[in-house]
């Protein structure tokens, strides 16, 4: 026969903790952190960051050091000042960058897949939103948070050295910052989506990838066999690196504004679509 | 607590629930929801859960409807099949996160994973990472995980699947405990001796559809089309004698040394067959009821329905 209980212990205290999208991005920082990937990641990024820096130091020495009068008019060659320079800052927004984030972000929905975990969050008050926004937040913040020294660290020490004269602009963190934005949103919205159709992290890697580089050849061939130099803006490795030209003012951005503004768009608003349609509650198994 | 009213689900154009009605009244207690593979318990459960809408008829689970409904929800605690959780992963780690996804933080959270992690008898393995654990251990994780926040209502799905009998064992004498200190357990199972070990109250579900509800021998009495059978055991020609004489009777055999009749009403036969013995009119040694347990009449239903 069952067995009945006239009444309940106590409920617990709920509803004190943090908002659930904030809990699942910040257990997905604390485990990225505690894995190998992320060291070796950590430590590239801030070799090429101490080199940037060290740039703008071996500048500034060629600029007011005596010593070095023989050399200035060469070093004002080679170190430009100019837009090219500022959007430059932010050059681990190409190759590496999308690696890393093919990488880490491949895994992200692909992971809770293969182990059936939503199941589990959605039997929590987790709504699908909730779950979407961390994984995008978290695949998103990521690579801001990476880029985030590149524009500040070499502004800094440029004001600190040569004030307002110095090879970075003061402005700059005003153009990079928004610019860093949209490349971070474009890479995390694409490795959601491209994660969110794998079923094994490995797929999910080889997802991010696939659809990186197969949109870039994609728009390649269009671009040659048609000679609309619009369509590179299908190219997410092209609008990550594009967005910092645009915003500095390069004179010859590889990328229209127009264009780099619908190709975003498109690209963010389709990977974001992707990824809220494979996580709904109807496509998890108990 | 739980209250389905012609509640139906489905995938497309495949039903994997029939419009489905019935009430589990508040309080503790396990029920046990029984069917083969492909009957609908999973359906049930995801409604249930909140993970899907029905796609007729209403699901209340403590009066609301419990699809994307947190308040409902935090109320309750799921353990879906599987026992797969990510390897790398230190189990301590993530009861805490499964925990502030529950709305609970600071020193209560704290609590709550030593005190869970007690009751599921993984107090010093919690450091452990899942790759490093056995398929028990991992199944208790994934109990204890719904457990953190203390649910009114806990929804078990094939939670033996894969566990030694050791391990079984284990988990049922957890469930039976934590029914005993108030909690409502629902727990699906497509073994009919797991269910009949935990629990005497049943739903049986079958191709979708609720054939039956209640405890075995409630069920067993509706079912007037299968008379029940009883094997008398003693000296089988007086033993037979005496039974061709009742009303009740619908057949019998004859064994080696014993009678098995197949009667009609068992509540009204029993008082007579129990006196005769008492006078010593018949050479009686033993009774036994041959289809009056769960397996049975899971069999007669199924087959009934088929």
Avoid: C
């Amino acid at each position: 026969m069952p067995i009945y209980a006239p009444t309940l212990p106590p409920a617990p205290d709920l509803h004190q903790g943090q908002p659930p999208a904030l809990v699942l991005m910040r257990f997905d920082f604390a485990r990225l952190w505690r894995q190998k990937i992320g060291r070796f990641f950590g430590f590239a990024f801030l070799m090429m960051l101490l080199w940037k820096v060290a740039r703008i130091y071996v500048d500034h020495l060629l600029q007011t050091n005596q010593a070095f009068r023989s050399v200035q008019d060469f070093a004002r060659t080679i170190l430009s000042q100019g837009a090219d320079f500022q959007a430059d800052l932010l050059n681990p927004a190409s190759y590496l960058l999308w690696f890393m984030v093919a990488l880490v972000g491949g895994g992200l929905v692909a992971r809770d897949t293969l182990y059936r975990v939503r199941p589990l969050m959605y039997a929590h008050p987790v709504a699908p939103k909730d779950y979407l926004l961390a994984k995008l937040g978290f695949a998103s913040a990521l690579p801001f948070a990476i880029l985030l020294p590149f524009a500040l660290l070499p502004w800094l020490m440029s004001l600190v050295l040569a004030g307002t004269s110095g090879p970075v602009w003061v402005t700059a963190p005003l153009r990079l910052l928004p610019a860093m934005a949209l490349s971070s949103v474009l890479m995390g919205s694409l490795a959601v989506g491209a994660s969110s159709m794998a079923a094994t992290p490995r797929a999910g890697i080889g997802w991010v990838l696939g659809l990186v580089l197969g949109t870039g050849t994609l728009a390649s061939m269009i671009h040659g066999l048609t000679g609309l130099q619009a369509i590179d803006a299908l190219n997410p490795i092209l609008l990550a690196e594009t967005w910092p030209q645009l915003f500095v003012g390069v004179e010859h951005p590889m990328v229209a504004w127009l264009p780099a503004i619908l190709g975003t768009a498109l690209h963010i608003g389709l990977w974001t679509f992707v990824a809220a349609r494979r996580t709904r509650p109807s496509e998890v198994v108990i | 607590m739980i209250s389905l009213d012609r509640a139906s689900l489905r995938y497309g154009p495949i039903l994997g629930l029939s419009p489905t009605t019935f009430e589990l009244p508040d309080g503790g207690g396990i029920t046990g929801l029984l069917g083969p593979n492909g009957a609908g318990k999973s359906s049930l459960l995801q409604l249930l859960s909140g993970l899907l809408p029905p796609s007729g008829g209403e699901v209340r689970v403590f009066g609301e409807a419990p699809f994307r409904n947190a308040t409902v929800l935090s109320r309750l605690g799921l353990v879906p099949e599987g026992d797969r959780l990510p390897s790398g992963l230190r189990a301590d780690r993530w009861l805490r996160m499964m925990a502030e996804l529950s709305g609970l933080s600071g020193e209560g959270l704290k609590v709550a994973v030593v005190r869970v992690l007690d009751v599921v008898g993984m107090a010093d393995r919690g450091h452990l990472t899942f790759a490093r654990m056995s398929k028990g251990m991992r199944q208790r994780i994934r109990l204890a995980q719904a457990l953190m926040h203390e649910p009114e209502l806990l929804i078990l799905d094939e939670p033996f699947n894969g566990l030694d009998p050791e391990a079984r064992l284990t988990l049922m004498a957890l469930l039976r405990d934590l029914a005993e200190k108030g909690t409502r357990i629902l727990v699906s199972s497509h073994i009919l001796g797991e269910i009949a070990q935990l629990t005497d109250r049943i739903l049986l579900l079958f191709r979708g559809r609720l054939l039956a509800e209640g405890s075995v021998p409630e069920i067993r009495q509706l079912l007037d089309r299968h008379p029940v059978e009883l094997r008398l055991t003693g000296e089988a020609q007086a033993l037979a004698r005496w039974a061709v004489e009742q009303p009740e009777l619908a057949a019998l055999r004859m064994e080696e040394g014993a009678v098995v009749i197949s009667v009609r009403s068992p509540r009204d036969i029993l008082p007579r067959l129990q006196k005769a013995a008492a006078e010593g009119g018949l050479p009686i040694r033993a009774m036994d009821p041959l289809d009056l347990n769960l397996d049975a009449v899971f069999q007669y239903l199924t087959k009934d329905h088929a």
